[in-house]
C-alpha cells in the first residue's frame, strides 16, 4: 500500500527531524507545506536526501495580510519548488475583516503561478469557498489546484467539482458528519488523502503523515466500495497528480 500526504506541517510537530525522517524510513510520499516564504527554506533542509517529501511554498492566509511584504520572498523561491501552499482565503470571524488583503495576496500568487507555467495548489477556503473559486476561475492557468479540507456549500462544492479541482480529505475530516457528506459527492478520480498534521488529530496526538491514508477507510464506507479499492483509487490519483505536476 503507498503511504501518501497531500497537505502535512512537517515543520510545525514537536520534533519536525524525527518526523521527517520516519516519513522517509516508510517511504511516505508527502506534500509538506509551509505558512511563509520565511519558513520555507528551513522546512526544504528537512527533506532527508533521496525521500519522497516535496516541500511547497506557502503563505497560510491566517498569516498573509500581515506579510504581504513576504510576497517578494515568495517571488524569489518560487523557481526552486513545484508545489505551492499552503494558500488561500479564511473567511472565519477572527480573519474576515481583512479578506480584501488576503485576496489580493492570492491573487498575485496566482499571477507569479501561471507565469511560472503552473504549480500545483494546496488551498485553504475556510468560510471564503466562494471567493476562492472566483479566484480559480480568473486564473484557471496557475496550475493544479487541490482543495484542502473543504468546508463550503452544497453548490460551491458542485462548482469546485465543475472547476476540476483536486480534494485533499483527512481522518479527522471524515469524522465529522458535514465531512462524510461532502466525501460521499466527490468524485472517485479527484480525492488525495491528507493528514493536516499536526493540527489533523488523533484524538489527543497528532496525524502522522504516514496515517492520511488511514482516510481510505471512511472513503470507503462513503462511496460504498472496498477499503483496499478506495486505497488504489487515492494512489491513482495521486500518480496523475504528480505526473501532471512534473508535466507543467
Ligand atoms: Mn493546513
Given at each position: 500500500m503507498a503511504l501518501i500526504d497531500t497537505h502535512c506541517h512537517l515543520d510545525l510537530y514537536e520534533d519536525p527531524k524525527a518526523v521527517a525522517e520516519e516519513a522517509a524510513r516508510r517511504g511516505v510520499y508527502v506534500i509538506s507545506v509551509t505558512t511563509t516564504p520565511t519558513a520555507y527554506v528551513g522546512t526544504k533542509a528537512l527533506e532527508p536526501y533521496g525521500s519522497r517529501i516535496r516541500t511547497a511554498l506557502g503563505l497560510h492566509p491566517e498569516l498573509a495580510a500581515d506579510r504581504v511584504h513576504e510576497l517578494e520572498l515568495f517571488r524569489r523561491h518560487l523557481p526552486s519548488t513545484k508545489y505551492v501552499g499552503e494558500v488561500g482565503i479564511d473567511g472565519s470571524a477572527p480573519h474576515r475583516h481583512s479578506i480584501d488583503r488576503q485576496g489580493r495576496v492570492l491573487t498575485s500568487i496566482f499571477d507569479m503561478c501561471a507565469a511560472a507555467g503552473g504549480k500545483t495548489i494546496s488551498l485553504h477556503s475556510r468560510g471564503a469557498a466562494g471567493l476562492v473559486l472566483d479566484l480559480i476561475e480568473q486564473e484557471p492557468l496557475a496550475g493544479q489546484f487541490i482543495l484542502h479540507w473543504f468546508s463550503g456549500t452544497s453548490a460551491q462544492l458542485s462548482r469546485a467539482i465543475k472547476l476540476g479541482c483536486w480534494f485533499s480529505v483527512g481522518p479527522a475530516m471524515l469524522r465529522s458528519e458535514r465531512g462524510m457528506q461532502i466525501a460521499s459527492r466527490l468524485p472517485m478520480d479527484k480525492v488525495l488523502p491528507e493528514s493536516d498534521g499536526p493540527f489533523g488529530m488523533n484524538g489527543r496526538k497528532p496525524l502522522w503523515?504516514?496515517?492520511?491514508?488511514?482516510v481510505a477507510a471512511s472513503l470507503s464506507a462513503a462511496w460504498g466500495i472496498g477499503t483496499e479499492e478506495a486505497q488504489n483509487h487515492l494512489a491513482g490519483n495521486f500518480r496523475r497528480l504528480v505526473a501532471d505536476t512534473d508535466r507543467g
Open positions: 503523515p504516514w496515517e492520511a491514508i488511514d
